[in-house]
């Protein structure tokens, strides 16, 4: 019964190529996020939409390209990787701006 | 200066050790604060909320000073299972509020 879901898990990829994350939460949550932890471990954000409608935008290049279907979903399209994109990717939602965040198991991509 | 900042470490305790870790953060208008554990590649997960009166859950307690602007983590008699990358958030005033990380605390207990 996982509450926030993201897939794939593991993303193995070539330089240039344009990948995607999926990201649902089925917490009735109306606010999700994605940050990305590079290899020194920082967690940053890098998207925050509520309610489908975008709220954050952090400084991240604009072949990061997030899509929100409806509230329970928030999808990560990248555009012509860069070795640097390499990281694990967490999305994360919470019900309010007090709440805590839940987060998704992580995507872990690795650029080649 | 970094908004949210925590000591890497290592800390290194033996089982049984009491350890205390602190964070700071730079912005006043800063609410809601918490704690987070991240085991190795895995997600973060919420440990505690932290409430200016201090709270306990266990053998961990939370504390947050508002004045002096820093949260911090106490855990009573290590164990073993405790070893992680504990992690602070506070949620930053920007536009909204911006739940900020910082880099996080590793903690080893040893036998």
Request: aromatic content about 10%; overall charge positive.
């Amino acid at each position: 019964d996982t509450a926030v879901s993201q897939t794939p898990k593991y993303l193995v990829t070539q330089m240039g190529n344009d990948k995607s994350i999926k990201c649902e939460q089925n917490l009735g949550h109306d606010t999700m996020y994605w940050y990305k932890q590079d290899s020194k471990k920082f967690l940053k954000i890098m998207f925050s939409y509520n309610n489908k409608e975008l709220i954050i935008n952090e400084t991240v290049p604009n072949r990061f390209s997030p899509k929100s279907p409806d509230k329970a979903h928030l999808n990560l399209h990248i555009n012509s990787l860069e070795l640097g994109d390499s990281a694990v990717y967490f999305c994360a939602s919470r019900r309010t701006e007090n709440s805590p965040l839940h987060f998704g198991n992580g995507t872990r991509l690795t650029v080649t | 200066r970094k908004e949210v900042e925590q000591d890497p470490g290592p800390f290194n305790v033996p089982e049984g050790a009491t350890v205390a870790f602190n964070c700071t953060y730079s912005n006043s208008a800063s609410q809601s604060f918490f704690w987070y554990r991240q085991d190795c590649r895995k997600e973060p997960k919420l440990l505690m909320s932290v409430y200016s009166s201090g709270n306990e859950d266990g053998r961990f307690t939370a504390q947050l000073n508002r004045a002096s602007q820093y949260i911090s983590l106490l855990i009573r008699d290590s164990k073993l299972s405790d070893s992680a990358t504990y992690l602070c958030v506070v949620n930053m005033k920007g536009g909204s509020y911006i739940p900020t990380f910082g880099r996080g605390t590793s903690l080893i207990v040893h036998p």
